[in-house]
């Protein structure tokens, strides 16, 4: 079972974006554009194992949606690492205050938002291969303790009915 991510973000590029890069990290991504609906998340569904929470989004800001997040009692010991495109060192201070378990700037980039998640979860499990994409070796001789089939040593001259 893949390890699932709620991402809260309004602007749909970077949504988009953060969710393609999650997935290709091996993550179950689930998302919400809004205060509004990640509300909603938050009552419905099974908590995930991290959320990424952008500050400044429609309807219930970043910070309100943190404080409903530690007030839950199913979700309050999930890690969430709060976006921002500000570097406003107030802003960072009360996030990290109210709950946050880190905070970023976007423009930071995607490499630092893959450390920060690798710093507050183990690493996905990634999906077994599909049974068309696994990769199965034909046993060797040497896999076989040294003993070579029949239809080999007939190959080679080492079976019966060969004379010397």
Same mark, same amino acid.
């Given at each position: 079972?893949?390890?699932?991510?709620?991402?809260?973000?309004?602007?749909?590029?970077?949504?988009?974006?953060?969710?393609?890069?999650?997935?290709?990290?091996?993550?179950?991504?689930?998302?919400?554009?809004?205060?509004? =609906? #990640?509300?909603?998340?938050?009552?419905?569904?099974?908590? *995930?194992?991290?959320?990424? +929470? $952008?500050?400044?989004?429609?309807?219930?800001?970043?910070?309100?949606?943190?404080?409903?997040?530690?007030?839950?009692?199913?979700?309050?010991?999930?890690?969430?690492?709060?976006?921002?495109?500000?570097?406003?060192?107030?802003?960072?201070?009360?996030?990290?205050?109210?709950?946050?378990?880190?905070?970023?700037?976007?423009?930071?980039?995607?490499?630092?938002?893959? =450390? #920060?998640?690798?710093?507050?979860?183990?690493?996905?499990? *990634?999906?077994?291969?599909? +049974? $068309?994409?696994?990769?199965?070796?034909?046993?060797?001789?040497?896999?076989?303790?040294?003993?070579?089939?029949?239809?080999?040593?007939?190959?080679?001259?080492?079976?019966?009915?060969?004379?010397?």
């Amino acid at each position: 079972m893949k390890t699932t991510v709620l991402v809260v973000e309004d602007e749909q590029d970077t949504a988009e974006l953060l969710k393609c890069v999650l997935e290709r990290e091996g993550f179950l991504v689930v998302s919400a554009k809004d205060g509004r =609906q #990640a509300t909603t998340l938050i009552e419905t569904i099974r908590p *995930p194992s991290l959320i990424v +929470l $952008d500050m400044v989004i429609p309807y219930v800001s970043g910070f309100e949606l943190l404080r409903v997040i530690r007030r839950h009692p199913d979700w309050q010991t999930i890690p969430v690492i709060m976006l921002s495109a500000d570097h406003y060192e107030p802003d960072i201070q009360q996030a990290l205050r109210e709950g946050a378990t880190t905070y970023l700037v976007k423009q930071s980039g995607l490499h630092n938002l893959i =450390q #920060a998640i690798a710093q507050v979860l183990p690493p996905p499990v *990634p999906a077994a291969p599909a +049974l $068309d994409q696994a990769v199965i070796k034909p046993a060797t001789p040497a896999a076989r303790n040294g003993r070579a089939s029949v239809r080999h040593r007939r190959r080679n001259g080492q079976g019966k009915g060969k004379a010397a």
